[in-house]
């Protein structure tokens, strides 16, 4: 006992660690591994046979070891103060980058090699003597509801995770962060590489072939971490658990409380806040080899890890586009997200050696959208040759598929042919005869969408009633002027056409109906770039094919204003869901302003 006492004592004096790394990991082998030799340990921790033989010595020494090198109660008591207290699985954020299959549950939630993700990191840290286990949950948290109950797990819940990084989630658990280890939820580890015991702060690393950005970490001569950046260089990259100590836990959390509401914090990851505070701590890297931690970014990273993913993963999604192209799952491939737009998100994949889109309606759609008169529009659309990549709606929930359409440019509408051609594309619906059993008012869905912000008690910005003010009186003016309603896309603009060579395509037709036929090319200027009242009549002259008389002006102006103003009520509506769309809502806001003054000094006259 007094040797045991005083080796304890030795290590505690001016709050010095108790042990350096080195001959931590020594120790901690000697107490989970069953009678191991030194070439074991060596093997264990990546420690040369000479270190370890070193630390042996020492810990012998010290009495943390017995004399045939197996610990000593004095070493196991020593490292109860290192036992890892509890973990925290970040699992709130919503993988828009492992659509489509993620539209239907969190990444997390998926069955990879028999075991679902999150539930073998569960089971994983109870193996390693981690008994409190807190998720932290968010997109679709009720697929993590039956966790609490079957596997005792603790569950904390942040909405953070729209509009924020995973720093949230972490900032959520803080009251929860000791001796903690922190890990994503949708990594999988090939082995158990979780112990009941961590010396101090580190992230772990496994090996990058530079395909993909990844957190690239900077090391210095003693394997302190001393910057993180984002890049594709090969080497190593941060992957898989970290682990936290008391001291770094409560200093880390402070700063990122205290930065939360920083502008330029809302897209960070928790790693590059720390990057930012290097300086303030000592954070060591865990290497791992090859084959041990694996990430899942995108489907086809999990495709390539188990091959029968594809095959046995429950998926309405996956059915639905076997039935519509009446192939096999396995003639699937090449599945990759592409850039959300503004109201939808969308997959492009390879089926039976074809390129297909397949599009998931937005969350909050299903409320300013009829998907039956998508649908209706869509059908008439290929019939007249304005968009033949149509394949298939379901007029109910709203999701679609197209086919793909290989080399396009963007629309150019600084170059008169293209706008000419676009010009002929709409007026040829406007003048097919064509009709919908659905309208579309541009006016009436902005006071729509006022409704439910009022609904929500979200704050309207400085200015909004005045401008609505100015609306509502030109609307008043337009009142009397003849209007003749057809089907119009009312969604006419630049990202909605597609070019290639002397072809081009007229898609998404979500807002269409019948309606007045001057909206769509309304839409066409106040959703492009910004222009003078004169640039905007010249382009309504494209559309007449002659110049406009001044009562055709104002009435064209006046929608011009409308039109801006529903899409700038329409923005603020999406910021509301937590889906800002950025530079746009400024652009439909200068064009509802601009275009009502005008068109109100044209009523004037």
């Given at each position: 006992?007094p040797?045991?006492?005083?080796?304890?004592?030795?290590?505690?004096?001016?709050?010095?660690?108790?042990?350096?790394?080195?001959?931590?990991k020594?120790?901690a082998c000697?107490?989970?591994?069953d009678?191991?030799?030194?070439r074991?340990v060596?093997l264990?921790?990546?420690?040369?046979l000479?270190?370890?033989n070193?630390?042996?010595?020492y810990?012998?020494?010290e009495?943390l070891l017995?004399?045939?090198?197996h610990?000593?109660?004095?070493?196991?008591?020593?490292?109860?103060q290192?036992?890892v207290?509890?973990?925290?699985?970040l699992?709130?954020?919503?993988?828009?980058?492992?659509t489509?299959?993620?539209?239907?549950?969190?990444?997390?939630?998926?069955?990879?090699?028999?075991?679902?993700?999150?539930?073998?990191?569960?089971?994983?840290l109870?193996?390693?003597g981690?008994?409190e286990?807190?998720v932290?949950?968010?997109?679709?948290?009720?697929c993590?509801f039956?966790?609490?109950?079957?596997?005792?797990v603790?569950l904390?819940?942040?909405?953070?995770y729209?509009?924020?990084?995973?720093?949230?989630?972490?900032l959520?658990?803080?009251?929860?962060?000791?001796r903690?280890?922190?890990?994503?939820?949708d990594?999988?580890?090939?082995?158990?590489i979780f112990?009941p015991?961590?010396?101090?702060?580190?992230l772990s690393?496994?090996p990058?072939?530079?395909?993909t950005?990844?957190?690239?970490?900077?090391?210095?001569?003693?394997?302190?971490?001393?910057s993180?950046?984002?890049?594709?260089?090969?080497?190593?990259a941060?992957?898989?658990?970290?682990?936290?100590?008391p001291?770094?836990?409560?200093r880390?959390?402070?700063?990122?409380?205290?930065?939360?509401?920083?502008p330029?914090t809302a897209?960070?990851?928790?790693?590059?806040?720390?990057?930012?505070?290097?300086g303030?701590?000592?954070?060591?890297?865990?290497p791992?080899?090859e084959?041990?931690i694996?990430?899942?970014?995108?489907?086809?990273?999990?495709?390539a890890?188990?091959e029968?993913?594809?095959v046995?993963?429950?998926?309405?999604?996956?059915?639905?586009?076997?039935?519509?192209?009446a192939?096999e799952?396995t003639?699937i491939?090449?599945?990759?997200?592409?850039?959300?737009g503004l109201?939808?998100?969308?997959?492009l994949?390879?089926a039976?050696?074809?390129?297909?889109v397949?599009?998931?309606p937005?969350n909050?759609?299903?409320?300013?959208?009829?998907?039956?008169s998508?649908?209706?529009?869509?059908?008439?659309?290929?019939?007249?040759?304005l968009?033949?990549?149509?394949?298939?709606e379901d007029?109910?929930?709203?999701?679609?598929i197209?086919?793909?359409i290989e080399?396009?440019s963007?629309?150019?509408v600084?170059?008169?042919?293209?706008?000419?051609?676009a010009?002929?594309?709409?007026?040829?619906?406007?003048?097919?005869?064509?009709e919908?059993d659905?309208?579309?008012d541009?006016?009436?869905?902005?006071?729509?969408?006022k409704?439910?912000?009022e609904q929500?008690?979200?704050?309207l910005?400085?200015?909004?009633?005045?401008?609505?003010a100015?609306i509502?009186?030109?609307?008043e003016?337009?009142?009397?002027?003849?209007v003749?309603?057809v089907?119009?896309?009312?969604?006419?603009?630049a990202?909605?056409?597609?070019v290639?060579?002397?072809?081009?395509?007229?898609?998404?037709?979500?807002?269409?109906?019948?309606?007045?036929?001057?909206?769509?090319?309304?839409?066409?200027?106040?959703?492009?770039?910004?222009?003078?009242?004169?640039?905007?009549?010249?382009?309504?002259?494209?559309y007449l094919?002659c110049d406009?008389a001044?009562?055709?002006?104002?009435?064209f102006?006046?929608?011009v204003?409308?039109v801006g103003w529903?899409?700038?009520v329409?923005a603020?509506?999406?910021?509301a869901r937590g889906?800002p769309v950025?530079?746009?809502?400024?652009?439909?806001?200068?064009?509802?302003?601009?275009f009502?003054?005008a068109a109100?000094?044209?009523y004037?006259r």
């Open positions: 006992m040797v045991r006492n005083n080796a304890i004592a030795r290590f505690r004096t001016n709050g010095d660690p108790m042990l350096n790394r080195n001959q931590f020594v120790l000697y107490k989970l591994l009678r191991p030799t030194q074991d060596s264990e921790t990546g420690l040369s000479g270190t370890v070193h630390a042996c010595l810990l012998r020494k009495g017995n004399h045939d090198f610990i000593a109660p004095a070493g196991e008591e020593l490292l109860e290192y036992r207290r509890n973990a925290v699985i699992a709130a954020g919503s993988s828009t980058r492992f489509p299959l993620s539209f239907e549950k969190p990444k997390a939630m998926f069955e990879v090699r028999g075991e679902v993700l999150i539930e073998r990191l569960v089971r994983q109870r193996e390693a981690i008994d286990i807190v932290v949950a968010g997109y679709m948290k009720e993590f039956y966790l609490e109950e079957e596997l005792g603790k904390l819940f942040t909405d953070d729209v509009h924020r990084n995973n720093h949230a989630s972490l959520c658990a803080r009251d929860y962060l000791d903690t280890y922190v890990l994503s939820s990594e999988y580890y090939e082995r158990n112990s015991y961590a010396f101090d702060t580190y690393a496994s990058n072939a530079g395909r950005e990844r957190l690239i970490p900077r090391l210095n001569t003693k394997s302190r971490i001393s993180i950046q984002m890049g594709k260089e090969a080497g190593v941060l992957q898989g658990p970290a682990c936290f100590s001291e770094f836990s409560r880390f959390s402070q700063i990122i409380a205290d930065e939360y509401d920083l330029e897209d960070k990851l928790w790693e590059e806040v720390l990057s930012d505070h290097l303030e701590f000592t954070v060591y890297i865990e791992y080899e084959g041990v694996y990430e899942f970014d995108y489907v086809t990273d999990l495709t890890f188990d029968d993913f594809f046995n993963v429950d998926s309405r999604i996956l059915d639905n586009i076997c039935r519509t192209l192939c799952r003639d491939a090449d599945v990759e997200p592409i850039k959300a109201s939808n998100l969308s997959v994949f390879t039976c050696g074809r390129k297909y397949y599009r998931h937005g909050g759609t299903d409320e300013i959208i009829s998907r039956a998508e649908a209706r529009s869509l059908e008439v659309a290929k019939k007249l040759g968009d033949d990549t149509f394949v298939f007029s109910t929930e709203g999701w679609k197209s086919e793909f080399g396009c963007e629309f150019d600084s170059d008169t042919d293209q706008v000419e051609r010009m002929d594309m709409i007026r040829t619906l406007h003048e097919s005869g064509e919908s659905w309208d579309f541009f006016y009436e869905n902005s006071k729509a969408l409704r439910l912000l929500q008690s979200y704050p910005p400085r200015g909004f009633c005045e401008l609505e100015r509502d009186e030109l609307w003016l337009m009142a009397d002027d003849e003749s309603r089907l119009c896309h009312n969604d006419f603009y990202p909605n056409i597609l290639r060579g002397d072809d081009m395509w007229l898609i998404d037709w979500e807002y269409s109906g019948m309606s007045d036929p001057v909206c769509d090319v309304a839409n066409f200027v106040a959703q492009g770039p910004p222009c003078s009242v004169e640039e905007a009549l010249d382009v309504y002259a494209v094919r406009p001044a009562s055709q002006a104002r009435h102006l006046g929608c204003a409308v529903h899409w700038y329409w603020i509506y999406k910021e889906h950025g530079d746009w809502l400024y652009l439909w806001y200068k064009a509802a302003s601009k009502a003054a109100c000094d044209g004037a």
